[in-house]
């Protein structure tokens, strides 16, 4: 949202902020390593006791590879030097997430849920392996793992794409022989959803979408706000964008209610096909060598590029529509305000 990426740009953010009732998440990727650097310094100033915060850092370097093209180092050194990089951290007790599998960057250049779940149980399973190789013990690694994915208007799938995403993280911890852990959810609204066009028809999308991540199970939601694709969003964007969850959280209660989806033959016959067809992504990328590996030949890149052209091709032939761009559209459209 246009903060410049320095430490004095964190703490004017923070300063006042009752860091021990609200979680953290920093959300910079190819920075989420200095910034958490930034923020422990920042709370030793502030005489914070980072054990009773819940914090989330987000570090993913297949993100990182997958959205810029690029490590800073070789995908051998990474895997060498990630471990010993984060036993600070680890030694240090500080709750919540330091790594996440993150699958937004796979969403939104056009990948289906499947895809994105498959791509995100294989970065989580490069993680594990990268501590077994360490010699470090996975059980005390998992608990440090969260997810990142998006949610759309399709509020169905996105509900059972969420519901999945925790029956995959437990037969990865079952196969690893980890004792269970509930997996840390974040989801946010889908960016490629997001229409230039008639842009408040976006409130909408990103309300149902926000309704069906709740409902699936998530522990936080980002709403990302309606003009955000016409760039950086005015204070109003993004009032209405907070307000929305707010509403959700304190007035409609959906945080109070677990898995009500459970028992409903639609929503759990789509969570077992996207489990499915999830599981069997995630053979093809460790087949190809593990994620790393498949993003630097390109695998996943073009499987992602087939189901975004056949999306898309739906779209131009009309066989789906968007409100408000392919289907009635506005005469005029109104200035928006960024």
């Known amino acids: 949202y246009g903060l410049p990426r320095t430490a004095e740009a964190l703490e004017r953010v923070l300063d006042g902020v009752p860091l021990n009732r609200v979680q953290v998440r920093i959300d910079a990727h190819s920075w989420s390593r200095a910034v958490a650097d930034w923020l422990l310094a920042f709370l030793s100033k502030r005489r914070s006791d980072p054990t009773k ?16 093209g690029r490590l800073r180092t070789s995908i051998e050194a990474l895997q060498e030097s990630m471990p010993q990089s984060l036993a600070h951290f680890f030694s240090m007790g500080v709750p919540g997430v330091l790594l996440e599998a993150d699958g937004r960057v796979f969403h939104n250049a056009g990948a289906t849920e499947a895809q994105e779940l498959g791509t995100m149980m ?51 911890q079952e196969a690893c022989s980890i004792p269970a852990s509930t997996a840390s959810i974040h989801a946010e609204t889908s960016y490629r959803m997001m229409t230039m066009a008639d842009p408040e028809t976006n409130i909408l999308r990103t ?21 955000i694709a016409h760039g950086l969003p005015a204070g109003f964007a993004r009032r209405i964008a907070r307000n929305a969850q707010l509403i959700m959280a304190e007035e409609s209660h959906l945080g109070q ?69 392919t289907l009635y559209r506005a005469g005029t459209e109104r200035p928006v305000e960024t």
């Open 53 to 68: 915060l819940n914090l989330s850092f987000g570090i993913d370097p297949a993100a990182i590879f997958a959205g810029t």
């Open 122 to 172: 294989a970065s989580v399973v490069s993680y594990l392996r990268m501590f077994e190789k360490a010699r470090q013990p996975l059980v005390y690694a998992a608990p440090y793992i969260g997810f990142a994915l998006s949610v759309d208007q399709d509020q169905f799938l996105s509900m059972a794409k969420v519901r999945a995403l925790r029956k995959l993280w437990a037969r990865i």
């Open 207 to 227: 309300a149902i979408a926000a309704f069906a991540a709740a409902t699936g199970g998530a522990d936080s939601i980002s709403i990302l706000p309606h003009t």
């Open 257 to 325: 209610v677990a898995d009500p989806a459970s028992g409903s033959g639609a929503v759990e016959a789509l969570t077992d096909d996207l489990c499915t067809a999830a599981w069997e992504e995630f053979q093809r990328i460790e087949a190809e060598g593990g994620v790393l590996a498949s993003l630097q030949q390109g695998y996943i890149q073009n499987r992602v590029q087939t189901a975004a052209a056949k999306r898309n091709g739906a779209y131009r032939a009309g066989e789906r529509g968007i409100v408000g761009t």
